[in-house]
T-cell receptor
Framework: DAGVIQSPRHEVTEMGQEVTLRCKPISGHNSLFWYRQTMMRGLELLIYFNNNVPIDDSGMPEDRFSAKMPNASFSTLKIQPSEPRDSAVYFC??????????FGEGSWLTVV | GENVEQHPSTLSVQEGDSAVIKCTYSDSASNYFPWYKQELGKRPQLIIDIRSNVGEKKDQRIAVTLNKTAKHFSLHITETQPEDSAVYFCAASSNDYKLSFGAGTTVTVRA
């Protein structure tokens, strides 16, 4: 299996621009998570889906962030408009509900 | 929500010595405790996990212990090697399987 696949791996964008991060979970996994990692705040759970349905989005920092999972093999995390403080590594992760969570390689976002 | 505290934040050990990282959690309903290793620029990867019906689990040089009464769990690495140098994260979750992570421990193994 190819594991959790994220794109883009690296993105540099200007403040105010829209950013879309993409994730393909491991085939057969029914839970999907979006995490953000920064030096200051560590690994933070932003949102997670179970069977394509958002279960908990309490970690989404504000209305500029949105996430969708239109089907079992694809999810997006969108930031609009982006701000410099959104610079971080964004990890997508997936699992079979209740079992080991596997992380993707991450999307390294820099907002200038 | 769950709050996981991890200590120490940095740990330097001589190659061959043992390393111990400790975590405490706040939610008594938590029942799943994984440990992840993250090398520089890489993703977190699971190295071992334990569930609340088990007090200890071992996998080669790595072991994890859990004390549910005290709400703390620990990672033990024996006979450390240079490739053990990384950031280690503990985490906890309850039946919703929403992992809450500790702040991480940077382990450096000196040759």
């Amino acid at each position: 299996d190819a594991g959790v696949i994220q794109s883009p791996r690296h993105e540099v964008t200007e403040m105010g621009q829209e950013v879309t991060l993409r994730c393909k979970p491991i085939s057969g996994h029914n839970s999907l998570f979006w995490y953000r990692q920064t030096m200051m705040r560590g690994l933070e759970l932003l949102i997670y889906f179970n069977n394509n349905v958002p279960i908990d989005d309490s970690g989404m920092p504000e209305d500029r962030f949105s996430a969708k999972m239109p089907n079992a093999s694809f999810s997006t995390l969108k930031i609009q408009p982006s701000e410099p403080r959104d610079s971080a590594v964004y990890f997508c992760a997936s699992s079979i509900y209740g079992n080991t969570i596997y992380f993707g390689e991450g999307s390294w976002l820099t907002v200038v | 929500g769950e709050n996981v505290e991890q200590h120490p934040s940095t740990l330097s050990v001589q190659e061959g010595d043992s390393a111990v990282i400790k975590c405490t959690y706040s939610d008594s309903a938590s029942n799943y405790f994984p440990w992840y290793k993250q090398e520089l620029g890489k993703r977190p990867q699971l190295i071992i996990d334990i569930r609340s019906n088990v007090g200890e689990k071992k996998d080669q040089r790595i072991a994890v212990t859990l004390n549910k009464t005290a709400k703390h769990f620990s990672l033990h690495i024996t006979e450390t090697q240079p490739e053990d140098s990384a950031v280690y994260f503990c985490a906890a979750s309850s039946n919703d399987y929403k992992l809450s992570f500790g702040a991480g421990t940077t382990v450096t193994v000196r040759a």
